[in-house]
């Protein structure tokens, strides 16, 4: 926590233009870049470039291997599996982005409050202690089946399961910031407790919480497709990578590219913000930022 913190009150090397060029010089924050890239062209204009369906049904085309009339298949339905693809990629993303922002309400707002006021640092140091006792799978199927499944319940779930890394990251770090000369000349200036909490204290804590975000974005669509697979998440109407990969493992003797595809497109995603976080985790921390 003391290495994070200490990140937290360094300055970023340069501005956004230097930051995007010092990423682009590592090979594989640019790999990550252009795979992440290939993945959002794909969600956006893949259904729009596919002539077929993502629900239309064709039992006289189920099981067609990859070819020039379907170039990634079809599914035991007959439903193309590109368009399908595609399709689900969009609500990948969604879910990921949409996790992000709502984990970092809630991660942001109590880690500040548990850092800043002492007298709320015992009770909510615990209480994030206590979400992060139980494993994030766990605590999501039970969010999840206690909600029911749909989109919003999924993002509302990984937010909660996600919030408490945020939480204790940005605690850790507004327990050093507090004390530096800064804020305590404004306190002495007289300025009121929020501005110093968003204009001194959120500022500083905006690089680790953008790497942290990178690492909830791909755990959170790893999690999605976790909780699609076992039949939780998402209705299972709506085209997702799980719910492609646990239709196709009963045909992976006869008809692999269902499974295979929706399966790569998980990694290659998951893989790409892996590699960009750890990019960003390396330049914005004034301790490692030298070695790029």
């Known amino acids: 926590m003391a290495a994070v913190a200490s990140a937290a009150v360094g300055a970023a090397p340069g501005g956004a233009g230097q930051i995007l060029r010092a990423l682009l010089r590592r090979k594989a924050v640019l790999l990550g870049l252009l795979v992440l890239l290939a993945i959002l062209l794909l969600a956006v204009f893949g259904p729009w470039l596919s002539p077929y369906s993502p629900s239309r049904l064709s039992l006289a085309s189920r099981l067609r291997p990859p070819s020039g009339v379907n170039i990634l298949g079809t599914d035991d339905f007959g439903r193309d599996v590109f368009t399908r693809l595609a399709v689900a990629g969009r609500l990948s993303l969604l879910v990921g982005f949409s996790v992000v922002v709502v984990s970092s ?9 548990a850092g800043f006021f002492r007298r709320l640092d015992t009770p909510l140091a615990r209480l994030i202690d206590a979400m992060m006792a139980f494993p994030d799978i766990l605590l999501a199927i039970a969010l999840v089946s206690a909600l029911g499944p749909s989109v919003v319940n999924v993002v509302a779930a990984l937010g909660i399961v996600y919030a408490p890394r945020l939480a204790r990251i940005v605690r850790a770090s507004t327990l050093v910031i507090r004390e530096l000369p800064y804020v305590e000349a404004a306190r002495a200036l007289g300025v009121s407790t929020p501005r110093i909490m968003t204009r001194h204290v959120l500022r500083n804590l905006l690089s680790p919480i953008l790497v942290q975000g990178t690492f909830i ?51 290659l995603a998951v893989l790409s913000l892996q590699l960009v976080g750890d990019g960003l985790r390396d330049l914005l921390d004034p301790r490692l930022a030298k070695d790029i």
Do not use: C, H, K, N
């Open 217 to 267: 974005f791909a755990s959170a669509m790893l999690a999605e497709a976790g909780l699609s697979f076992l039949g939780v998440g998402v209705s299972p109407s709506v085209p997702t990578w799980g719910t492609m990969i646990a239709q196709g493992r009963q045909y992976l003797d006869q008809a692999p590219w269902i499974l295979f595809f929706p399966g790569l497109a998980i990694v």
């Open 105 to 113: 309400l809630i991660g942001v707002t109590l880690g500040l409050l």
